[in-house]
């Protein structure tokens, strides 16, 4: 069945869908952008993720230690609270499609769904950056405001962007399991307790190693306080795992039906 679009058809839908800009992945971007100017969640849970990072640096301890031991401890922000609430906003990216039954017509109106998933991960990408780049400047002023110490510039930017490529991984991974398992509380549940629960279990009960783990190691990176730097190849198992996970909800999503 060859899915048409007709005037009128639906008033809800963006009208940019059905306008030639940039072919098909350009309808689908356009999309997407209007949908998410239009909904309350997603820019709930990014404001969320902003406030809660001064709330941490708020209450992190600031006596007698390091300004790049503070930005380190204020990196929590991002790993932890920031984690779930990002990893929410990358869920209901396409959960949220499936939970209000309108995956149907996004499907409907634009045809391509390779174009679909992969505008949904492009624009997740794009917000989930700019929310975690202002949770580090956030975190990155809050030393010398509260603090009263210096920052190294150049150990904070490594350790910030180890941060900002976690925040975006971890929403990428909602995102994923969201298309695979079309059920928005059941990815959450999922993304939230694998680094929380199963991973340590793994290791503690089989002597996995933590710097295999793809969350743990890779949250390492934003919360380095000793000088040295992220170790960029952390960040290595939790960008395969999103490969996966992202290359079986598109497989799934382009298969079956909607």
Sequence with gaps: MTARSTPGCDAASPPVAAAGWGGAFGRALSHEWFALRSLRTPWVLCGSAVAAQVLVDLAVGRDGTSGLRQFAGGMVGVTLVGFVLLAAFG???LGGEYRHRTIARTVLTLGDRCGILLAKAMLTSAVTASVATVMVLVNALSVPMLGKTSLPVTDAVAAGGAAVLYAVLCALVGLA???????STLSIAVVILWPVLLENLLVLTTGFGRKLAPFGA??????TGDGSGPQWLLMLPLAVLTTVL????GVLFCRRDV
């Excluded at 399991?177 to 059920?183: H, I, K, L």
């Excluded at 890779?218 to 919360?223: F, T």
């Excluded at 992202?246 to 909800?249: F, H, Q, R, Y």
């Design 91 to 93: 869920v209901n990216a």
């Design 177 to 183: 399991m969201a298309g695979v398992t079309r059920n």
């Design 218 to 223: 890779a949250a390492a990176q934003a919360q």
């Design 246 to 249: 992202l290359t079986a909800a």
